[in-house]
């Protein structure tokens, strides 16, 4: 079945710095869409790529969906202590079905 | 989301006994979900639902039911909680055109 996985598990930034997440499938995608979940929250959707090669930018966020559609990255410029927080993706077949990769937890350091 | 609400919000409970998680609705999806959520591992789908008649099990329905009493109201049951189903549940929905998922607040259930 489908399997995404997710790129660090965990990361530490200094406040100012960029850093980049990564989000691999094993099967080619539908769809890829990024969620973030705050601390002691819960997941809250940020946005969805369906095209092959697709480029979003969010403010400081951009993300990218693979021209294979199997992989995708959140890169995130001079971060700010609001971007505390676990990063998921979540990749979609055919039926719209989510598989949520193990996320990413960014920690910020003033 | 204020239009997903899931109670209790954190539930203790003992091997062996019986649990009911709910959640209900007012954003008028069709589409409603059931999550787990561990550390390292991510959202895990347990069960969702396409409308009232439609239930399928997801990656991680094993020792879970779930009941869809109207188009606004998803609950999951455990029959006979285990240590470890302790984890952090989801339920969530999802509109028929759009794809992004809604997440309620979650419940945190220990079972000891």
């Known amino acids: 079945g489908q399997q995404v996985m997710q790129i660090p598990q965990y990361q530490h930034v200094q406040e100012g710095e960029d850093f980049t997440t990564y989000c691999n499938s094993s099967?080619?995608?539908?769809?890829i869409q990024w969620y973030k979940q705050r601390p002691g929250g819960h997941p809250v959707f940020l946005i969805q790529?369906?095209?092959?090669?697709e480029v979003k930018k969010q403010k400081r966020l951009t993300f990218q969906f693979g021209e294979a559609k199997k992989n995708s990255s959140l890169h995130i410029t001079a971060t700010q202590t609001t971007d505390v927080g676990t990063y998921f993706c979540?990749?979609?077949?055919?039926?719209?079905?989510?598989?949520f990769g193990a996320g990413t937890q960014v920690v910020v350091t003033p | 989301d204020a239009d997903v609400t899931q109670t209790p919000r954190n539930r203790i409970t003992k091997t062996g006994k019986r649990i009911m998680l709910e959640c209900s609705q007012t954003?008028?999806?069709?589409?409603m979900y059931w999550y787990r959520q561990d550390p390292g591992l991510g959202l895990r789908l347990i069960y969702y639902?396409?409308?009232?008649?439609?239930?399928n099990k997801g990656e991680i329905s094993d020792g879970y039911s779930v009941s869809r009493q109207a188009q606004a109201k998803f609950s999951l049951s455990l029959e006979s909680a285990i240590p470890n189903q302790t984890a952090l549940y989801f339920c969530?929905?999802?509109?028929?055109?759009?794809?992004?998922?809604?997440f309620g607040p979650g419940t945190r259930l220990t079972v000891t």
């Open positions: 639902s396409f409308d009232v008649k439609d239930i």
């Open positions: 099967t080619t995608l539908s769809n």
């Open positions: 979540a990749g979609a077949d055919s039926w719209g079905k989510l598989q």
């Open positions: 969530a929905t999802r509109g028929r055109e759009a794809l992004e998922q809604y």
């Open positions: 790529l369906v095209k092959s090669g």
């Open positions: 954003k008028g999806h069709d589409r």
